[in-house]
């Protein structure tokens, strides 16, 4: 008895030390990539995650969120009770001056919070496989999904819904596997129909692309009482995530409304919800990714296998196999949704769940009645072999994105602008420079902090803003020839150079610009003014 009790207590070790391994990575991968990717300020950091740091200050002084077109009112929250926790529950006043003194550090301590987050859900669900699907494999295919892709590796550094999304998915998939696990499901109806609408109004007030992977629950939950429960469930939870913005929900719905009926980004092009001629070829763009494909395709296979031995009346995995069902089509559903607009980061949830599929999938070969030895390992250890492979393959092509990132910090650094602090510092679309950083956010967020972050913002550094077409500072629209009158010489910077071109070309006729101080990713263009800072003259 002595030794089937201390067997267990190894056995339940072991399975802790196992499943606390993919976690601590997904930790340790994310606090490297962010160190190497440089400060949030770079040009491919800045938007959004300084516009998430003022609208978490912007809570923090009991103000409506603005730009709330994701809405990513869970992210806002956490950012600002990471602020709070951070600067000892100070008064308002007192959090938000540390704040901009030093955005760089308290976006380092929210990013790190999510990270956490995440790691978090990522120990839970592999815990609820392991013991709803019988197996440390299937709950470490589980634990696979965030590395599926170099596309989660990089949105998920970022203080932006994508990186919370991750948590919102994993989610998901652990309510799935407490509602299949000993068929508990089927004797807590209304409690899952509550705990899906829960994780469905978190994950849709995260970001809205989210909202058709919560169509899994109802192929689980399958009845008129279950399903209203979880609809009114899910509504409720998503009012309360998103209560913070309560007072943006026009501009939200409107926005949602006039991104629904443009066929183009952001509610650009004809009115007409699709482009025809071009979403058959947006959406063999977002399901060709093996990530999504081959498990999806494996489901069918599955399913088709189980659905025929259950017509001949053999027993198979019915609850799992709805689950594997509901996942499938919920992934299917959302690639055809998103692929409106197709772009990669959309899928990151999508991705997170492909680690469920393949689990579940493995589970329902385990169960089928009558397989033989043959199909049953090419249906589940060869397959399981694949994923892995598919993983290591991942993780060679995470390594090379921190050179990526590094050699994007580095070629970013080869400019110092505090070398052109006699000039007029002008800065474009994306730029590298921490003031524009406030500049931009300040904007986005509909100016009402512009006074608690004057004071970090020196009177030469301007910005053209590129969705208005206006030539800026802190306060508003100003005359570009009258402020660069001011210096005797100018600094421009950004990633788009044939807007910075045209722009000047335009509007500062006469004017020779130099590029020699250009980097490989963004333009460096002066007048008056050589790259070390010295005066040329005009």
Not at 254 to 278: A, N
Not at 316 to 337: D, F, N, S, Y
Not at 369 to 390: D, H, K, P, Q, T
Request: with cysteine; charged share 15%; glycine share 8%.
């Amino acid at each position: 008895m002595a030794d089937s009790e201390q067997a267990k207590s190894e056995g339940a070790v072991w399975t802790w030390v196992v499943l606390v391994i993919l976690p601590v990575l997904h930790l340790a991968s994310a606090l490297i990539l962010r160190t190497d990717g440089g400060p949030f300020w770079i040009w491919h950091a800045i938007d959004p995650s300084y516009f998430y740091l003022f609208n978490s200050v912007n809570l923090i002084n009991l103000a409506t969120p603005e730009a709330v077109a994701h809405p990513g009112t869970p992210v806002h929250s956490i950012g600002a009770l990471v602020l709070l926790a951070v600067q000892g529950f100070a008064d308002a006043d007192t959090i938000t001056e540390r704040v901009f003194a030093d955005p760089e550090a308290h976006l380092r301590a929210i990013s790190t919070a999510l990270y956490v987050i995440n790691a978090a859900g990522l120990l839970a669900v592999g815990l609820a496989a392991r013991g709803a699907l019988g197996g440390l494999m299937p709950a470490l295919l589980v634990q696979a999904g965030p590395f599926a892709s170099t596309v989660i590796a990089r949105h998920g550094l970022y203080v932006k819904p994508e990186t919370f999304l991750v948590f919102a998915a994993l989610m998901l998939a652990l309510v799935t596997l407490l509602a299949v696990r000993n068929d508990a499901l089927e004797r807590h109806r209304t409690g899952f129909a509550v705990a899906f609408g829960l994780v469905a109004g978190l994950g849709i007030a995260t970001k809205l692309s989210a909202a058709p992977l919560y169509v899994l629950p109802v192929f689980l939950l399958w009845g008129v009482r279950p399903l209203v429960i979880y609809a009114v469930a899910s509504v409720v939870s998503f009012v309360f995530f998103t209560m913070p913005a309560i007072g943006a929900y026009g501009e939200f719905f409107s926005w949602i409304g006039q991104v629904g009926m443009g066929s183009g980004h952001f509610g650009g092009g004809e009115q007409t919800l699709i482009d025809l001629e071009k979403y058959p070829r947006y959406v063999m763009k977002m399901a060709s990714r093996p990530v999504l494909s081959v498990p999806i395709v494996f489901a069918a296979l599955a399913l088709l296998e189980a659905w025929r031995r259950g017509r001949k009346g053999r027993p198979v995995p019915r609850l799992v196999m709805r689950a594997l069902g509901g996942v499938a089509l919920a992934q299917m559903l959302q690639i055809l949704i998103v692929a409106k607009h197709p772009s990669a980061h959309y899928l990151i949830p999508n991705i997170v769940l492909s680690g469920l599929t393949v689990a579940l999938f493995y589970r329902v070969v385990s169960e089928l009645a009558n397989a033989s030895a043959r199909v049953r390992f090419w249906s589940r250890e060869v397959v399981a072999l694949i994923f892995g492979v598919y993983l290591l393959v991942q993780g060679a092509a995470i390594v090379a994105q921190d050179f990526e990132l590094r050699e994007w910090r580095s070629d970013a650094a080869t400019v110092d602008n505090s070398k052109f602090g006699q000039c007029a510092q002008v800065y474009f679309q994306f730029a590298s420079d921490p003031t524009y950083a406030l500049l931009l956010a300040n904007h986005i967020t509909n100016g009402k902090l512009a006074d608690r972050i004057a004071p970090h913002v020196a009177p030469n550094h301007l910005w053209f803003d590129v969705v208005s077409g206006t030539f800026r500072d802190l306060f508003g629209e100003t005359d570009m020839l009258d402020a660069l009158a001011e210096y005797p010489c100018a600094f421009f910077r950004g990633t788009d150079r044939s807007i910075m071109e045209t722009y000047l070309g335009e509007n500062v006729p006469g004017i020779t610009f130099s590029d020699t101080c250009s980097t490989d990713v963004e333009a460096v263009l002066t007048t008056g003014v050589d790259c070390q800072g010295n005066l040329t003259g005009k």
